[in-house]
């Protein structure tokens, strides 16, 4: 006898969401739950509850911060309406009670003033300020939405395999995440980079995000945090280890191509 259950759609890039393959490709939240809270221990003497997610996409972090606690709240800010439409629908209302913890604010992050005890800039985010005015100007201001004593999270990428055009590409079940950088201009820092999405019938989406970015060093960043006025910057290398502290990094990270996270706290006053 036929069966009459109709063929399960496969994925392609006909039906496939672009913010959904993103979350899964790209970001971990819970990972970088986890790293708030060790960090909260080790330079914290208050626990921390309010976390602000600046260019927050999907708030998927700020939905996961909510989450991992009672006493957690979050605020996410984007520019962008349709993302923060996706982030409502998909990351804020399935939390159900917990939602009035988490508030969603479409603005450029320089308009938003809404204080946290963290500020959480991920994904390169801050890397659309291409001059040392616009990036100074950024922290400022984010220190300034910083209740006293409180910490921003920047995160970068860098290293020789980073300074050409390159491709990355990972399988994820059903689908392969591709990254490519398409170009790095030495002069300036000016990278342009796409993420396209490839199924497994064949079909891609291409330039599912874009971005025209600046490449920022490590210590240009610090330097920058400090004229901000932040009292101290410190820097953790993702590795296969964890997070490893930048005085014990040498022995654990690839320096080729190294992704990490620049924690600068605002002070103890
Ligand atoms: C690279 S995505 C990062 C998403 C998420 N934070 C993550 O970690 O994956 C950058 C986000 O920043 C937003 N964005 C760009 N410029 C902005 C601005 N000036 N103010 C607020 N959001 C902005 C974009 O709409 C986009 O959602």
Not at 193 to 207: E, Q, W
Request: aromatic share 12%; charged share 25%; proline share 4%.
């Amino acid at each position: 006898m036929a069966s009459r259950r109709k063929p399960t759609a496969s994925l392609n890039a006909r039906n496939a969401d672009r913010h959904a393959l993103y979350e899964i490709a790209v970001q971990r939240p819970e990972v970088m739950v986890g790293f708030i809270e060790d960090l909260a221990d080790h330079v914290w003497d208050r626990p921390v509850t309010t976390l602000r997610e600046d260019f927050c996409g999907t708030a998927n972090l700020a939905s996961a911060w909510v989450c991992s606690g009672t006493d957690r709240w979050a605020i996410g800010v984007d520019n962008n309406a349709e993302v923060l439409d996706w982030a409502e629908r998909h990351n804020r209302t399935p939390l159900g009670d917990r939602a009035e913890r988490l508030r969603l604010i479409e603005a450029d992050v320089m308009q938003a003033r809404a204080r946290a005890d963290v500020v959480a800039a991920l994904n390169f985010s801050p890397w659309i300020y291409h001059d040392r005015t616009s990036m100074l100007a950024y922290l400022r201001h984010a220190r300034q939405c910083l209740k006293t004593g409180g910490m921003l999270i920047l995160d970068a990428f860098g290293g020789p395999g980073s300074m050409v055009p390159c491709e990355d590409e990972r399988p994820f079940g059903d689908f392969d995440y591709m990254w490519q950088q398409v170009s790095f201009d030495p002069t300036t820092h000016r990278i342009v980079c796409h993420i396209h999405f490839r199924f497994r019938n064949g079909t891609m989406m291409r330039k599912a995000f874009e971005y025209d970015w600046r490449m920022w060093s490590l210590p240009e960043l610090r330097e920058l945090l400090a004229e901000a006025g932040f009292a101290q910057s410190d820097v953790y290398f993702e590795s296969e280890e964890g997070f490893i502290h930048e005085v014990e990094a040498a022995e654990a990270v690839d320096f080729d191509a190294w992704v990490a996270y620049v924690v600068a706290l605002r002070d103890q006053e």
